[in-house]
Each structure stands twice: as structure tokens, then as C-alpha cells.
């Protein structure tokens, strides 16, 4: 959505309790002024999109209680913890981040996981090439635009994006990463643990995609 710079004659009294409530808020004036007139005006900005996609995702994985979603009030990326059954419990962090405006790509996915058990990274890496090798025969194709992968110490990211042209609602975006986030979760759990091979993940995630969920 495009922006441009107006010039508005507004009190000092209003300025104030503006800058105020921003401050509280973590955003400058000039978002949320633009926030409230969209609001006042029933007008959906990107930000206020992706704030309800956010609300709605955490709501779905509320009812998760291996998944715990945060959501940090106008931002554009919200996050999900989960606890790996291993020693020590170590913490895997998902990071949504969605974009404003860009036609190739929905937002990014982030796997943040720390660890010093060179054993677990060697693990969680074999399993992050492995989820790679299945998407990019199952669901690349479905993408004009690719997916793009990137593995880090630590880290591991894939963009997301939404096939064809339809236009897709904020229910919709929010059912698909919920759904996406639960499946890559409970197979990446599964594997680590040593109760599903290579082959189980990816029978698992065809009878994922069998069941109607949306492709990201």
C-alpha cells in the first residue's frame, strides 16, 4: 500500500496523547495515526491484515499445548515455541514474518532452534535437507516463483508463499501456516526421535497434502 506525506494541522494536546499512546504501543505517530484513521475509516491495511492473520493463527494453535504462540502487538512477525522431547528439552522457536507488499512471496518461516549437542544439530540438519528434497518434488510445482531454503548454525528458513491466483482470505492464510507449523512439528518430533525414517515423513506429508490443506 502506498504511502505519501501529508501535512496535517492537529493541536499539541492531540500530538501528545498520541506520542504517548504510541510509545506504549512500540510504533511512532506516524503509524498510528495512519492505524487509527483506518480503523475509523473500516479501511484494512497490510498491517492490520497480518495483525488479524497473527490473532487468528494464535487461536488456532491455542488449543496445541505443544505449540505456544506470542504475538508482539504491531509487528509484522509473531513466533511459536515448542519443547523438543530430548535431554534437556531444548526450545525450537517457529518466527512467522509476513510482508507487507510483495506479489512473490507471502512472508518467511524461521526454525530457530539453540543447542549445544552437536549430536541434535547434526540431527536437525539431516532432517531440514530432507524436508527440502520432499517439498521440492511435492511442492514446487505448484509455485511459479520458488521456494527459497536456507540452512544456518541454528537456523533454518523457508519462504512462504501461496499457489495460483485466487485471493486468499485472512482465515485462510492463518489456517494454512497453523496447519503447515502443526505437520512440519510433529514429523520433525517424530524423526528426531527415531520413531518415523525418511520414508514415513514423506508418506505423512502426502497424506498432509491428501487431506485438502493449502500448499505453501
Same mark, same amino acid.
Given at each position: %500500500? ?53 490473532? *487468528? ?20 512477525? %509473531? ?53 527440502? *528434497? ?83
Amino acid at each position: %500500500m502506498k504511502k505519501t506525506l501529508y501535512s496535517l494541522m492537529l493541536s499539541d494536546d492531540v500530538v501528545r496523547a498520541v506520542d504517548d499512546l504510541a510509545h506504549r504501543m512500540g510504533t511512532n505517530r506516524s503509524a498510528l495515526v495512519n492505524q487509527i484513521l483506518a480503523e475509523y475509516t473500516d479501511l484494512v491495511t497490510p498491517e492490520r491484515r497480518v495483525q488479524d492473520i497473527f490473532r *487468528q493463527i494464535s487461536e488456532l494453535l491455542d488449543a496445541d499445548r505443544s505449540l505456544v504462540p506470542f504475538i508482539t502487538p504491531n509487528s509484522m512477525t %509473531m513466533s511459536v515455541k515448542s519443547s523438543l522431547q530430548y535431554r534437556y528439552r531444548p526450545t525450537v522457536k517457529y518466527s512467522v514474518e509476513l510482508y507487507r507488499d510483495r506479489e512473490d512471496s507471502l512472508g518467511e518461516l524461521s526454525v530457530v532452534f539453540r543447542t549445544q549437542s552437536q549430536e541434535l544439530l547434526d540431527a536437525m540438519g539431516q532432517f531440514f535437507r530432507l524436508w527440502k *528434497q520432499i517439498e521440492d518434488e511435492l511442492v514446487a510445482p505448484y509455485h511459479p516463483v520458488p521456494v527459497e531454503y536456507a540452512l544456518y548454525p541454528g537456523r533454518f528458513t523457508r519462504t512462504i508463499a501461496l499457489p495460483g491466483r485466487r485471493d486468499y482470505s485472512s482465515a485462510d492464510v492463518a489456517g494454512a501456516i497453523s496447519a503447515y507449523v502443526r505437520l512440519f512439528d510433529r514429523l520433525m518430533k517424530g524423526c528426531l526421535a527415531g520413531s518415523l525414517a525418511a520414508g514415513d515423513v514423506e508418506a505423512e506429508y502426502i497424506r498432509w497434502l491428501h487431506e485438502g490443506n493449502i500448499i505453501l
